[in-house]
C-alpha cells in the first residue's frame, strides 16, 4: 500500500509537449502490477501534439480548467468532470485555450515499453523512406491514403 500527500510527487516536462508537465502519480515503482495513474498540467496555451500509442488505451477525468483535446477526427472542448477514453492506436492531442492551468488524471495500462509515436516523427520517417527507394524527395505524402 501507498498514499502520497497531494505536492509531494516531482513534476517534469513532458517531452514533445509545450507548458506540459507530468506527476507519476502511482505506477511500477510503487508496486502497481496492472495500471500507472499520471497527472497532467497544461499551461495556459500548453499543448501535446498530435500522437498515438498502438498499444495503450487512456482513461482521463479532467480535474481543473477547460481545454480542447482531439481524438481521431473529433475535436471536444472539455471541463472540470468530463471524462475520457481514447482507445489505444488512436491518434489525440491537446490544446489548453483557457486562461487558467488545466489538469487531468490518467491511467494507462502498465507496459513494458510506453510507445508513443508522434504525427510529425511518422510523416518525416515516411518521406525519409520514400527518399531512399525512389532517390527523390517527395514534396508531400498522405498518411490518410491506404497503402
Avoid at 499551461?43 to 498515438?52: Q, R, W
Avoid at 477525468?61 to 468532470?81: A, F, M, S
Wanted: negative net charge.
Amino acid at each position: 500500500m501507498n498514499v502520497k500527500t497531494n505536492g509531494t510527487v516531482p513534476s517534469e516536462p513532458v517531452s514533445k509537449a509545450v507548458g506540459t508537465e507530468i506527476e507519476w502519480l502511482i505506477d511500477r515503482k510503487d508496486g502497481a502490477p496492472n495500471f500507472e495513474l499520471r497527472k497532467f498540467r497544461m499551461k495556459p496555451n500548453g499543448s501535446i501534439p498530435k500522437h498515438y500509442h498502438p498499444d495503450i488505451e487512456h482513461e482521463q477525468y479532467v480535474l481543473k480548467g477547460e481545454y480542447v483535446v482531439g481524438i481521431g477526427e473529433k475535436v471536444y472542448h472539455v471541463k472540470p468532470g468530463d471524462s475520457i477514453f481514447i482507445p489505444a492506436g488512436t491518434l489525440h492531442w491537446y490544446v489548453n485555450t483557457g486562461k487558467d492551468d488545466a489538469e487531468f488524471l490518467c491511467i494507462i495500462p502498465r507496459k513494458e515499453n510506453y510507445e508513443a509515436i508522434y504525427l510529425d516523427e511518422e510523416e518525416r520517417a515516411a518521406k525519409a523512406s520514400r527518399s531512399e527507394s525512389t532517390g527523390k524527395v517527395p514534396s508531400e505524402i498522405d498518411l490518410n491514403k491506404e497503402c
